[in-house]
């Protein structure tokens, strides 16, 4: 098999998703770090291999793939173990409506690129920015609390995709400052999932350059 190559920002939570399940599932890569706030990814170059220009992408059995959670899906089709869905429906679709939660609601209108809008377009200071940010964290955190197991990971006992979505928004939660006093249960399963070694070696402060 080719080389697995993951262009990848050691902060961006969508790269830091697919660094977990590429751990979880023991495939190994090389990392090609972009560096988003210098703009790395609207280089020609990078532009060529994924006309979006955002990360991550990984090059994977002669493919590009892009978008986080097509590449876990990707993945998880390729390399059963541990599986990041159910093969039973209505659980299949529960887990995917939770990580999309993530994936979906809250990171977009959070990320990189709309919070330099927010700063740089509407002229809005770092006040009201990370106060936007907190919103729709603890937004989606109220709905997503309410959604997850009293005992036990998202995935029961092995984590699936919704526990490897919320690692890291819980480390954007932290660095913004959100309040997480209402959502323990979410605390309690970040706090299980961080000592897992997959998650641990995926963590931005383990893999920064």
Known sequence: MSEVVLYDYWRSSAAYRVRIALNLKGVAYRSVP?????????????????????????????????????IIDYLDANYKDPPMVSSVPAERSRTLAQALLIA??????????????????????EDAINAWYRHWISEGFAALEQQAPSSGLFGGSKPNMADVCLVPQMANARRFDTPLDDFPKLVAIDAALQVIPAFAAAAPEAVKS
């Open 34 to 70: 972009l560096d988003l706030t210098k703009g790395d990814q609207s280089s020609a170059d990078y532009t060529a291999l994924n006309p979006q220009g955002l990360v991550p992408a990984l090059a994977i059995d002669d493919l590009l793939l892009t978008q986080s959670l097509a």
């Open 104 to 125: 979906a609601d809250i990171h977009p209108i959070n990320n990189l690129r709309v919070l330099n809008y927010l700063r740089h377009e509407m002229g809005q200071g």
